[in-house]
């Protein structure tokens, strides 16, 4: 899938994400959780795409996981920690029609079914 090529029609964007577990921080009960599992481009007419996926061996790749409290991800010692961005990547093919249809939101679907997020991204 990710090998999958745009067209004139199409532009990739790149989000790059850090997640972490303040469950230790203030008068919550420390405690495992799992990194969001879906996420979603939404364009102002209610479009959605979802991410490409990336090959196992991608090491900038997002991929949902357990974080114990106090930690996050990508860990610090790897590749997508210590380059400039400091973040696991979110690849999106996205229509130029929804770049048109300003503005887009990022939507995170968390694994554990609680209420999806959204960010505004600046496109």
Do not use: C
Not at 79 to 108: C, E, H, W, Y
């Amino acid at each position: 899938d990710a090998g999958a090529q745009v067209t004139k029609t199409d532009q990739w964007y790149g989000v790059f994400i850090r997640v972490e577990n303040r469950t230790n921080k203030g008068d919550q009960k420390p405690r495992t959780i799992q990194s969001a599992n879906g996420f979603l481009i939404e364009d102002n007419t209610g479009k959605q795409v979802k991410p490409v996926t990336l090959p196992a061996d991608n090491l900038y790749a997002y991929r949902s996981t357990a974080i114990l409290p106090g930690k996050h991800t990508p860990a610090p010692s790897s590749t997508a920690a210590t380059a400039s961005i400091g973040g696991n990547l979110i690849l999106f093919k996205v229509p130029q029609t929804m770049l048109d249809n300003r503005p887009t939101k990022l939507v995170i679907l968390p694994a554990d079914g609680s209420e999806q997020a959204t960010i505004t991204l600046d496109i």
